[in-house]
């Protein structure tokens, strides 16, 4: 006995300095919420729907913005060549000619862009399978946010973001809050994608109108019309690349093709086209919105530019204008701001002018200029013209940069603005840095999208169409050169209306991929350009339009992640090693 | 083994200051020659008392047996010589009774041996002899002198000389002298622990100075083992203990590179020769692509490097290797242990030590490359072999003829005679009752790369250790403290981004420095611009403008401890440690003067300050009881302790821009303007926490030192893991025999001196990640900006940041262990073999996963890698009177093998051998570590006919190839070149590395030489961005194929790079090297004349990195920058430089 009592003696002068028992091993992190609590309340239900909308900014915009929406569809459109610096790699003249060989060793063009999809999907659903849980009584700091809307607000953006992935690469896992195991996930059949993003909106346009909220904290979020919009532009793609198409899409390297006709007859069992025209409909007569009358002041740098040479000239309209239906915003924080416009920008350029210096990707053809008439104020709103804004000096100087592909002209809607005019310090307007503070929103719909699409489905369509020529051209130009509404007229008033604005791409496709391969095709020996390339032989610009036909317009799908599926994922024809 | 003398210890604690000991001294000699003794009567006291009151008279501790006391009265009426020795003694001969002085103030009396001839010269700690002795030896003996130093020059105290047959003996002083009466045909004997016992006739001479060679290998060597030390001959695992003097004799800034090629096994990679670049360090293979980091202990303390040490405040350090040794650590111990123990006073001996060295750092091995005229007529071939026309014709080639060979990048950056310097002071000593040591030392270290004011480390590094005894040893308390304060300033050199030296490797040399108005060119225009290099900006004015940053970091490691021994052999100890650690950053990037297209003043509008702040503080508390027990001749060590560890840290940073003065002095966040509202500012603050709870328990066992068992079990809990996960078991089991103690080996004993066999089993862990992987933590940093105000309404947001893995739980590592120890005639030969298998499960891993998943990926434990490997070290030791000499040779061979990874492959990342580069190296079954995926080439296409031959079938394997191209193997003969081709061309770890040692002795002179080598190494040679076609390149483009015949390995140059945008094993180099690390010749002048009282007095001078064999033509074939499981890509980096020393070691 005397024994054990000595060991125990022993033992406890060991053990009882360290105090304790297991429970001194447990901590908690302090700055970080842990799952189980979180989504309990309503407040924590608004800044999950906060970080949907900030996933929503950085996947198309602030991750790795060279292939943001707008600048790669520019660069995929018949507008536009890659462009960028002298001395970077090929990689943007890959996707331009939609042929890798032009820069094998791009294996992962859009991986950074692609990760960022899913983050946002992985945020969306998360909430969307937590809103069962959540208490929603109001609490501070919850902004009055319902159930309905933040379901609403959820679907809109995940609605979005599998529509730039359907676009884009075709064929994509769809993963929803109902799916077990994403990572087992393979490729889905795009009708079932297309059958999503369509449920999710039409669920949204009921949720949404219902919701009231500050504007001075709310303006930007997602409403019942950028709902209604974006299922007609859903819409308008899906059955206009599947149904205008002849040839087969094939759902990737080794598979079968789309049954394009199914997935047309699956869409409008969701939505059918009187439901979208419907809708078009409803945005036009009790939406609220309309066109602003000068388009040049729907764009903050033009409208800067324009006020320097025209003190009459009405301004900025502001990136809460009338016109706005849905956007992405921006402002000046690192992180919140705008990623793509820098890349626009163009090399280097010390001048009298306040545009601000960029990367230069994404420069537009010459006969872009020529696509428009002189009477048409978008002309000069949607493009800078080099020598027109210059003259041969400031041509000469421009041209002289490290422009790679230089034509002597720039897109302007976007173009970053200069804090001052010929400060080359980098300062953007607002005091930010040059890279990382641009604060444009980049606007996905305007109104005017919404009345060129009524007027393609035939809701009046010949007024829908002038409102829109009359704010171009005057209506006096108008009413002495009428325009039929005309599937080839309104295409080509889109082309106009939307120039620069990363929509060109996809309205070409939904011709069918025959016909926007005719279009994007550029035959030798090709468009001359300063400092182009060499590629195929010549630094002209040439496009072989049989690519676009073996791709179907389709992307590169990152091949890091077809590596990691383990044979789950396919690569999409046209883009193999 | 030897009965433990059951002593019954009497001890007075009185405190004996070390200057007290010193005056004491003198007292004692100044009673030389005093042999007068006044009688006076009845003096008669017991033995026992007589003694007592010695040591209150005295300040002396006199031990006995207790039984020879009994019964003993003396007279002590002849002892008031007022010398202690003398008085004692005269006393003990009453009763044939002697005594020895073990240490200065402490005695132990014994009985006089039968065999002692009837004259004992006893041991002082003074030049002292006994005088009452005198007399009984002078008739057959004659005095002998002489001073005892060892082979590194140093004397040596506390030396036992013995006149070989007898008891009788002395030691020697502090000074390493000692008298001693001897017979003058006898001969001595003279031995210490940690050296190489030596014999010496006397014939008849009066001076006798000797010089004993240190012995590495040393039977009596105690090692540290963890919680304990353990003599060196009961060890069973695989352990290496290196000594401080041996690291500082080492000249290194960094006291872990002194260990390069010194312990076979531990493989030291060093990252360049950029002041405070932190070395890599694996033992016994890579065994994960996570952390491979040892666990450094310092007195007790885990700590995350060492390189805040100086040098010489280190008494040792022990590598455990084998999971049976570093067991008791367990789960932090899958990569090994690094004990480091700093230096700790020794009673009686006071020591004043002085060691200071200067030195001049220059460039080792300069890159040749292509000066102006070479690069214009290369580019201009490029451009041919494109289909364009060259560039470089009529006056742009008068242009390039009129520079001459232009700029030399690396010559403009790099700086030769770059100063290095140590000043160390040290004290120590003490009395049995308190011992002490102290240091305070200086270290300062420029860097080649722009010359001391670009890079520069600067520290001061103060200790204090002491230990103290109370209540006749029972209570023993003490403490460890070191205070380091680390200035650095510049910035490491690796990677490709930020690279300095990468871009001055691949600058054109067309671009010049300065303008004539002395500013720097600005390459927005001229002629490199006008050849598309426009986006390059001069690298020297990048770097002199961007490195303008330091870090200060305050570290105070140190321990506090109380040992308790209550009963003999039963020691209760309790220590706290604690290590608080300041780390402050604070950087200045000035506005960009205009440089090129991609550095000029919009790139970085706004001058820009950051700084930061980073404070750790952990603390450890740690309980052991361990008891010794003999039954019969089996002896039992036990050992049980708990540990309880947290650490905690707070970091913070600010960064703004817009500064009003516009200079680094000035750059703080007061002095900057931008404001929240344009998103110019920004800041960081978050905690961190860890913690650890651990039991462990040990027990040792030996029967007559013959037969050795050990057995630890450690059970860990760490915050890091759920709480069903977090505990974790690790056992391990080790055994020895040593054969030469058997009689059947006694044979053998005139050469095998002694020889132990090894083995050991054990399972160690790893808990080394980021808190709260098994959580699902929700991230509130992310926001979007709302409402009607353009600058927006900035709403928080939340998510889900990764995924968490509940499941998440220990790494372990198994490891099995044989080995032999041998030593062959009296330890001049030593030869230590080790083999061992090492495997790591469950990697602490966070893998790339899908990114449909749309979180971070979690971590997971998943892989294993077995290491499997054989280890030797060879030592020699020989002394022949004024000449001696040691060599010690060691090499470790490993084999590294995945044998399960998720998925089968960890990828590496793209893009980083150039800008687009595909991923060239990846963790993979059945593979290295982290091999070289690549395509093999078989030679380049000499003209059409070869191309068109290499076909399969009929079909062309390479059809768009041209002559000059390389032929790359279609490894599956399917008749074309893809993924499926690449194989393993290498990897970054050498299986063979070793050290070779030497020391040479010449009287007073030394020369010690170091070297060290790896061998089948491959290195990644990517200097060049090919996805520019204007870089520089070094001259091995020279020899490019320019026609047929003209070169079968280096292909045709053309814009595109075509020959290396597929990855090949053009990129891979052999770089097997073998290193002269240290030369060092030295004197030491106290060893040839008196210096007194300097008992050393040493000066030396050396070379560092004197000359690397080596075919590699890289500037450095040791390339230690990457990822930990990455190292063998040489972007290009600040090589180690050669460094040319003078020194002095002084000791007082």
């Given at each position: 006995m005397k024994t054990i009592k000595i060991i125990f003696v022993v033992l406890s002068t060991i053990l009882l300095p360290t105090g304790c028992?297991?429970?001194?091993l447990d901590t908690e992190p302090l700055t970080e919420k842990t799952e189980p609590f979180f989504f309990r309340t309503q407040q924590d239900a608004y800044q999950a729907l906060i970080g949907c909308y900030a996933a929503f900014l950085d996947y198309d915009?602030?991750?790795?913005?060279?292939?943001a929406q707008c600048t790669a569809a520019e660069i995929l459109s018949?507008?536009?060549?890659?462009?960028?610096?002298?001395?970077?790699?090929f990689e943007g003249d890959a996707v331009d000619r939609f042929?890798?060989?032009?820069?094998?060793?791009?294996?992962?063009?859009y991986k950074a862009h692609y990760n960022a999809a899913w983050v946002a999907i992985n945020r969306m659903n998360t909430l969307l399978s937590k809103l069962d849980i959540?208490?929603?009584?109001?609490?501070?700091?919850?902004?009055?946010?319902t159930r309905e809307v933040a379901e609403g607000e959820t679907k809109v953006l995940r609605a979005w973001i599998y529509y730039c992935l359907v676009r884009r690469y075709g064929n994509i896992p769809l993963i929803t809050e109902?799916?077990?195991?994403?990572?087992?996930?393979?490729?889905?059949?795009?009708s079932l994608v297309y059958v999503r993003i369509l449920q999710d909106l039409k669920d949204a346009a009921t949720l949404l109108n219902k919701g009231s909220y500050s504007p001075a904290t709310s303006t930007g979020r997602m409403s019942e019309w950028a709902a209604k919009a974006l299922a007609a532009r859903v819409y308008l793609f899906a059955t206009g690349y599947y149904g205008n198409t002849d040839q087969e899409i094939p759902l990737g390297v080794g598979r079968s093709s789309v049954d394009k006709m199914g997935l047309i007859a699956k869409i409008n069992e969701v939505l059918s086209e009187s439901e979208i025209k419907g809708y078009l409909s409803d945005i036009i007569n009790n939406g609220g919105f309309s066109l602003i009358?000068?388009?040049?002041?729907?764009w903050t740098t033009g409208s800067a530019e324009a006020l320097r040479h025209d003190?009459?000239?009405?301004?900025y309209a502001g990136e809460?204008?009338?016109?706005?239906?849905m956007s992405m915003k921006s402002t000046y924080f690192s992180g919140n701001h705008?990623?793509?416009?820098k890349w626009l920008g163009p090399r280097q350029v010390n001048s009298d002018s306040i545009y601000g210096t960029g990367w230069g990707i994404g420069i537009p053809f010459a006969k872009g200029w020529d696509l428009?008439?002189?009477?048409?104020?978008?002309r000069g709103a949607s493009l800078l013209n080099v020598l027109l804004e210059r003259g041969t000096d400031g041509y000469n100087l421009w041209s002289s940069?490290?422009?790679?592909?230089?034509?002597?002209?720039y897109y302007k809607k976007y173009i970053p603005l200069n804090?001052?005019?010929?400060?080359?310090?980098?300062?953007l307007r607002g005091g930010?840095?040059?890279?990382?503070?641009?604060?444009?929103d980049y606007i996905l719909i305007r109104y005017a999208d919404v009345l060129l699409m009524a007027a393609e489905m035939g809701i009046d369509a010949q007024a829908n169409l002038d409102a829109v020529r009359v704010r171009s051209y005057g209506q006096t130009y108008v009413d002495a050169n009428p325009l039929a509404p005309s599937y080839e007229n309104i295409m080509h008033e889109r082309h106009l209306e939307f120039f620069?604005?990363?929509?060109r791409y996809y309205d070409l496709l939904r011709q069918g991929v025959e016909t926007a391969a005719q279009i994007l095709t550029i035959p030798a020996p090709g468009i001359m350009v300063k400092?182009?390339?060499?590629i195929y032989g010549t630094t002209n610009i040439i496009l072989d339009g049989n690519n676009v036909l073996t791709t179907s317009g389709l992307q590169q799908i990152p091949w890091d992640e077809i590596t990691l599926s383990e044979g789950l994922l396919v690569q999409n024809v046209g883009w193999e090693k | 083994m030897t009965q433990k003398p059951q002593l019954q210890v009497c001890c007075i604690m009185m405190l004996v200051c070390s200057f007290g000991v010193l005056s004491h001294a003198q007292e004692l000699a100044s009673s030389e020659g005093i042999t007068k003794e006044t009688k006076k009567q009845?003096?008669?006291?017991?033995l026992k008392n007589a003694l007592d009151d010695f040591e209150v008279k005295y300040n002396i501790s006199i031990a006995y047996k207790s039984e020879l006391m009994e019964n003993k009265k003396v007279?002590?009426?002849?002892?008031?010589?007022?010398?202690f020795e003398k008085d004692l003694a005269v006393l003990l001969k009453q009763h044939d009774l002697k005594f020895k002085k073990?240490?200065?103030n402490f005695n132990v009396i014994e009985k006089e041996?039968?065999?002692?001839?009837?004259k004992s010269g006893l041991g002082f700690?003074?030049?002292?002899?006994l005088d009452a002795d005198q007399q009984l030896v002078e008739d057959v003996a004659i005095r002998v002198q002489g001073q005892v130093t060892s082979d590194k020059g140093e004397t040596i105290p506390g030396v036992n000389i013995l006149i070989k047959g007898t008891a009788t003996g002395t030691v020697t002083d502090i000074d390493g002298n000692y008298t001693l009466d001897a017979p003058e045909d006898g001969i001595l004997v003279f031995s210490s622990i940690g050296y190489i016992a030596q014999e010496m006739a006397v014939?008849?001479?009066?001076v006798i100075d000797i010089t004993l060679m240190e012995?590495?290998?040393?039977?009596d060597e105690v090692v540290v083992i963890g919680y304990g030390t353990l003599q060196k001959k009961l060890i069973t695992g695989a352990t290496i203990q290196v000594s401080g003097d041996d690291l500082a004799a080492?000249?290194?800034?960094?006291p872990l590179d002194a260990l390069q090629g010194m312990a076979p096994g531990v493989t030291i990679t060093k990252?360049?020769?950029?002041?405070g670049s932190e070395s890599k360090i694996y033992i016994r293979?890579?065994?994960?692509?996570?952390s491979g980091s040892p666990l450094y202990i310092i007195d007790g303390v885990q700590t995350?490097?060492?390189?805040?040490?100086?040098?010489?405040?280190?008494e040792s350090i022990d590598i455990l290797k084998d999971a049976a040794s570093a067991a008791i650590y367990g789960s932090r111990a899958s990569n090994g242990v690094v004990l480091i123990t700093t230096k700790q006073g020794k009673a009686g001996i006071n020591q004043i030590t002085f060691d200071a060295y200067y030195g001049w750092q220059s460039l080792a091995k300069k890159p040749d490359l292509l000066n102006a005229q070479e690069y214009a007529m290369l580019m201009n071939e490029k451009f041919e072999n494109s289909g364009d026309t060259p560039f470089f014709v009529g006056d742009r080639m008068d242009q390039v003829i009129a520079?001459?060979?232009?700029?030399n990048w690396i010559d403009l950056l790099f700086e030769d005679n770059v100063p290095t310097q140590n000043y160390s002071l040290g004290f120590s000593g003490g009395t049995d009752q308190s011992i002490y040591s102290t240091g305070l030392s200086f270290t300062e270290q420029g860097g080649i790369f722009g010359g001391a004011s670009q890079n520069n480390l600067e520290r001061i590094t103060f200790r204090i250790n002491s230990e103290h005894k109370f209540y006749d040893n029972v209570l023993k308390v003490g403490e460890n403290l070191t205070v380091t304060h680390v200035d650095l300033q510049g910035a490491q050199q690796d990677g490709?981004?930020?690279?300095y030296v990468n871009q001055a490797l691949s600058?054109?040399?067309?671009?010049?420095?300065?303008d004539s108005n002395g500013d720097?060119?600005?390459?927005?225009?001229g002629l490199l611009a006008d050849f598309?290099?426009?986006?390059?900006?001069n690298p020297y004015a990048m770097f002199v403008l961007n490195n303008q940053q330091k870090n200060k970091t305050i570290k105070v490691l140190g321990n506090f401890y109380a040992e308790l021994q209550?009963?003999?052999d039963l020691k209760i100890r309790s220590s706290i440690g604690t290590v608080y650690e300041i780390a402050s950053f604070r950087s200045y990037s000035p506005t960009l003067p205009p440089l090129g297209q991609f550095a000029n003043p919009s790139t970085r509008p706004y001058d820009e300050v950051f700084q930061s702040n980073d404070i750790t503080m952990r603390w450890v508390l740690t309980n052991t009881i361990s008891y010794g027990f003999n039954l019969d001749e089996h002896e039992f060590d036990m050992l049980i302790g708990s540990e309880a560890q947290q650490t905690n840290g707070v970091f913070l940073s600010a960064a703004n821009k817009n500064?009003?003065?516009?200079?680094y002095n000035h750059a703080?966040?007061?002095?900057a303007l931008g404001n929240s509202n344009e998103g110019l500012m920004s800041m960081e603050g978050y905690p961190t926490e860890h913690k650890l709870l651990s039991y462990f328990g040990r027990v040792n066992y030996n029967f007559k030192e013959k037969y050795m068992f050990n057995a630890t079990l450690r059970s860990d809990g760490s915050s890091n893991f759920s709480k069903e996960n977090r505990r974790g078991y690790f056992p391990s089991v080790s055994a020895g025999w040593?054969?030469?103690?058997e009689p059947f080996m006694e044979t053998s004993g005139s050469w095998l001196t002694s020889l132990k066999i090894r083995g050991s089993w054990g399972q160690n862990g790893n808990q080394n990640i980021p808190p709260f992987r098994y959580l699902a933590t929700v991230n509130s940093n992310s926001s979007y900006s709302l409402g009607t105000?353009?600058?927006?309404?900035?709403a928080s947001g939340a998510s889900l940041s990764r995924m968490s893995n509940p499941d998440l739980k220990w790494e372990i590592s198994e490891q099995t262990n044989i080995g032999f120890d041998a030593h062959f005639y009296d330890g001049r030969f030593v030869a230590n073999f080790d083999y061992y298998q090492k495997s790591t499960k469950g990697w602490l891993l966070s893998p790339p996963i899908?990114?449909?998943?749309?979180?971070s990926p979690p971590w997971i434990n998943g892989g294993n890698v077995n290491n499997e490997g054989v280890e030797l070290a060879i030592g020699y030791y020989e002394d022949m009177g004024d000449f001696g000499l040691s060599v010690n040779l060691n090499g470790a061979y490993n084999k590294n093998s995945v044998t399960e990874v998720p998925n089968d492959i960890i990828h590496g990342p793209g893009?980083?051998?150039?800008?687009?580069?595909?991923?060239y190296y990846r963790t993979e079954?059945?593979?290295?570590?982290?091999y070289y995926w690549m395509l093999e080439t078989d030679g380049l296409f000499q003209n059409s006919t070869d191309i068109e031959n290499y076909s399969i079938g009929g079909n062309?394997?390479?059809?768009?190839a041209v002559p000059g191209d390389l032929r790359y193997v279609?490894?599956?003969?399917?008749?074309v070149i893809n993924d499926?081709?690449?194989?393993?061309?290498?990897?970054?770890?050498?299986?063979f590395v070793y050290g070779i040692n030497l020391n040479l002795n010449y009287k007073a002179f030394n020369l010690m030489v170091n070297a060290n080598g790896v061998a089948d190494v491959q290195v990644v040679q990517s200097?060049?961005?090919?996805?520019?076609?204007f870089p520089n390149y070094t001259s091995?483009?020279?020899?490019?194929?320019?026609?047929?015949?003209?070169?079968?390995?280096f292909p045709r140059l053309d814009k595109a790079n075509t020959n290396w945008?597929?990855?090949?094993?053009?990129?891979?180099?052999?770089a097997d090297f073998l290193r002269l690390n240290n030369i060092t010749l030295s004197w030491d002048i106290a060893n040839i004349m008196n210096t007194q009282p300097l008992n050393q007095l040493r000066l030396y001078v050396a070379v560092l990195n004197a000359h690397t064999f080596t075919?590699?033509?890289?500037?450095?074939?040791e390339i230690g920058s990457g990822a930990s499981y990455q190292i063998?890509?040489?972007?290009g980096f600040v090589p180690n430089p050669r460094t040319i020393m003078v020194g002095v070691n002084i000791k007082l």
């Open positions: 028992n297991e429970s001194f915009n602030t991750s790795y913005s060279w292939w018949d507008d536009a060549v890659a462009g960028s610096a002298i001395g970077i790699n042929d890798i060989k032009v820069n094998p060793s791009s294996l992962n063009i959540i208490d929603w009584t109001a609490v501070n700091g919850g902004e009055n946010l109902n799916t077990e195991d994403p990572a087992n996930e393979p490729q889905a059949d795009p009358s000068n388009f040049q002041s729907l003190p009459n000239f009405p301004g809460n204008n009338s016109e706005v239906i705008n990623g793509f416009s428009f008439d002189p009477n048409d104020s978008r940069k490290d422009q790679r592909s230089f034509t002597g002209f804090a001052e005019p010929g400060l080359q310090d980098g300062s930010g840095g040059w890279a990382d503070s641009w604060y444009q620069g604005e990363g929509i400092d182009g390339p060499n | 009845n003096q008669v006291k017991s007279d002590v009426e002849s002892i008031s010589s007022g010398s073990v240490r200065d041996k039968a065999l002692a001839p009837k700690g003074t030049k002292q002899r014939n008849g001479r009066a012995d590495m290998q040393s039977l080492r000249l290194l800034t960094n990252n360049g020769g950029q002041p293979g890579m065994g994960t692509i996570g995350e490097s060492i390189d805040y040490l100086n040098s010489t405040d280190i520079m001459g060979e232009g700029t490709r981004s930020n690279n600058m054109p040399p067309i671009l010049g420095n300065l720097f060119f600005d390459n927005t225009t598309g290099g426009g986006s390059l900006s209550p009963i003999e500064l009003i003065f516009d200079d703080y966040i007061d002095n040593v054969l030469t103690s105000d353009e600058n927006g309404f900035r899908r990114s449909v998943i749309g979180l893009g980083s051998l150039w800008d687009n580069s595909q991923e079954t059945g593979f290295p570590l982290g062309m394997i390479q059809p768009s279609d490894q599956n003969n399917d008749g499926e081709d690449r194989v393993n061309v290498g990897d970054p770890f050498p299986d200097y060049y961005n090919y996805a520019r076609y091995e483009a020279l020899g490019r194929w320019h026609g047929e015949g003209t070169s079968n390995y945008t597929n990855n090949s094993d053009v990129y891979v180099y052999q075919k590699y033509n890289g500037m450095d074939p063998g890509q040489d972007n």
